[in-house]
């Protein structure tokens, strides 16, 4: 059987999108965080500065794993049942529609979780929204 006949499971592109959003978004939060308070109306220093550079990391530990995870078996899912899946010249149009409605499935848990990541990050809410779960009250 050759390498490209193989294809994921549900459950396999489940892990693995988790898997992968999560180590991603771990990796790169410090940058985040610093380019978030670089674009804040309160500006660098009083948004935090340096200081506390993993504040909002618990929404995206919460919300990472999840929004990954639904993007890529949403992905995975609507490529192999498409309509447009039994046809080669659709194949890119097929991928596109796909990955957009895998995009829009993840921003129902991405978009809330970047809310309350933002604005612990920039500390919006003051000495109310000390951390992720702090935050989400406020929100």
Request: net charge positive; aromatic share 10%; hydrophobic share 40%.
């Amino acid at each position: 059987m050759a390498s490209e006949d193989i294809k994921p499971t549900f459950f396999q592109s489940l892990a693995a999108g988790g898997a992968a959003g999560t180590a991603v978004d771990l990796l790169f939060f410090p940058i985040d965080t610093v380019k978030t308070r670089l674009q804040s109306s309160q500006g660098f220093l009083r948004a935090g500065g340096f200081n506390g550079i993993y504040k909002g990391i618990g929404s995206v530990v919460v919300g990472s794993a999840p929004g990954a995870a639904l993007f890529f078996s949403t992905y995975e899912t609507m490529k192999k049942h498409s309509p447009l899946s039994e046809s080669k010249s659709f194949a890119p149009l097929n991928h596109m529609l796909s990955a957009s409605l895998g995009e829009v499935t993840a921003c129902l848990v991405r978009v809330p979780t970047e809310v309350i990541k933002t604005r612990t990050q920039t500390m919006t809410y003051g000495a109310l929204g000390k951390s992720s779960f702090d935050a989400a009250k406020q929100v």
